[in-house]
Nanobody, 121 residues
Framework: QVQLVESGGGLVQAGGSLRLSCGAS????????MDWYRQAPGKQRELVAG???????YYADSVKGRFTISRDNAKNTVYLQMNSLKPEDTAVYYC???????????????WGQGTQVTVSS
């Protein structure tokens, strides 16, 4: 099967930086888009950034200019470099990947377990 494992979360002061990683493993034929979402307490999960298999990326307006998404296709890994962090960036960050397990199968979405990011003021 497929597993997504995130790492890199933690506690940081406002203005600081963190780098999140998410690696996919298991039965994988190809990975289409890889996205980062976040969910703050009492709020809905929201899309933060995403990157296609061709490395086209997209960002939520709230993180443009501060966050950078990238991927290493050889390692089936997506990264999120977060700079100039703000207290409102505090949330659990989740990785999502659209993965085909076989060349003839339809792609499915898979989620990681989440990693906590806390930004203190």
């Amino acid at each position: 099967q497929v597993q997504l494992v995130e790492s890199g979360g933690g506690l940081v002061q406002a203005g600081g930086s963190l780098r999140l990683s998410c690696g996919a493993s298991g039965r994988i034929f190809s990975i289409n888009a890889m996205d980062w979402y976040r969910q703050a307490p009492g709020k809905q999960r929201e899309l933060v950034a995403g990157i296609t298999s061709g490395s086209n990326n997209y960002y939520a307006d709230s993180v443009k200019g501060r966050f950078t998404i990238s991927r290493d296709n050889a390692k089936n890994t997506v990264y999120l470099q977060m700079n100039s962090l703000k207290p409102e960036d505090t949330a659990v960050y989740y990785c999502n990947a659209k993965i085909m397990q076989q060349p003839t199968s339809l792609p499915s979405h898979y989620w990681g377990q989440g990693t906590q990011v806390t930004v203190s003021s």
